[in-house]
């Protein structure tokens, strides 16, 4: 109701409507929108006449405004029952959140454990307490990152990271995609440097 | 009742006699395991191995110990122990 447009212009057309085309004003009437738009009208105006007051009208000739110009839905009022719907809506969106977050942490253990298969117990224990683990692979030594994006690193042979290496499998956890790249880098270390995009770093 | 032989292999158990494929997705992993005297079993491994090599996934046979980083694979290999499919990979 409080964003309903109600210029005097339409106030006195409405008035019109309703008084068969013979413009009348209401009687400030306060405690409502009704008598807070006619108290606005009579201090900005000229005229206070007496009209009649009904609330049903004032809501059906809103709800025929914004329907007729504005071509909007119709705004009505507010019940318990709406309320009560939009909070079980925004209830069943945070469960939803809670359930993709519960489901991606249970993936990302699954995938940890099948990545710790392959790793030394060094490279676990750095990628347990670090978040990432060292591996050399023919003359080059790589730091892989637990990520999904630059998280391959080649290193110098201070163990400087002197490179990123973006190239990733989507659509799984950092850790499925940490092995991935470990794999590929053991088996077919040139596959996986053809296909990464690279930045040097220094 | 029967019971099987089974190794530790890293920290997961694995049954003597059977293989598992491990195919990387969105939930972690998707396991099919096969016995290698089963023929339908086998044959049913080497159709997801077939289908997701359609796909264009890469597939490493593991050697289940740990440091030992496998090999690429591009045929089903009935005796392997573990066979992880991991989708192409792609450029960032």
């Not at chain 1, 109600?6 to 085309?21: R, S």
């Not at chain 1, 110009?69 to 939803?96: F, N």
């Not at chain 2, 920290?11 to 293989?19: H, I, L, P, R, S």
Request: charged share 25%; glycine share 8%.
């Amino acid at each position: 109701m409080a964003d309903y447009q109600c210029g005097n212009v339409i106030w006195a057309q409405w008035c019109g409507d309703q008084t068969g085309g013979v413009v009348t004003y209401c009687t400030p009437a306060t405690g409502d929108y009704w008598g807070y738009w006619n108290q606005g009208y009579a201090a900005s105006g000229s005229q206070t006449v007496t009209v009649k007051y009904e609330m049903g009208q004032w809501v059906e000739w809103n709800q025929m405004y914004v329907n007729s110009i504005q071509g909007q839905a119709v705004a009505h009022p507010v019940t318990p029952a709406d309320v009560q719907a939009q909070r079980a809506r925004q209830d069943a969106y945070q469960q939803q959140i809670r359930e993709n977050e519960e489901k991606k942490r249970i993936a990302e253990e699954k995938a940890e454990a099948l990545l710790m298969l392959y790793l030394t117990d060094e490279q676990k224990k750095s990628y347990k307490e670090h978040g990432h683990f060292e591996t050399q692979v023919n003359d080059r030594r790589y730091r892989l990152r637990k990520g999904s994006h630059g998280n391959v690193r080649e290193l110098d042979k201070t163990g400087k990271e002197v490179a990123s290496l973006c190239v990733n499998v989507q659509g799984v956890p950092y850790s499925d995609n940490v092995l991935a790249q470990f794999l590929a880098l053991h088996t077919d270390e040139d596959y996986l440097r053809r296909t990464a995009n690279h930045t040097r770093l220094c | 009742m029967a019971t099987m032989d089974t190794t530790v292999i890293g920290n997961q158990e694995a049954t003597v006699g059977k293989g598992t494929l491990h195919v990387l997705d969105s939930t972690g992993d998707t396991k099919l395991m096969w016995d290698r005297n089963n023929e339908d079993e086998v044959q049913a491994a080497r159709k997801m191995f077939d289908d997701l090599k359609g796909k264009h996934y890469i597939a490493y046979k593991a050697e289940g110990k740990e440091g030992k980083k496998g090999e690429v694979i591009n045929r089903f290999d009935p005796d392997a122990e573990r066979i992880i499919l991991a989708p192409r990979m792609v450029g960032g």
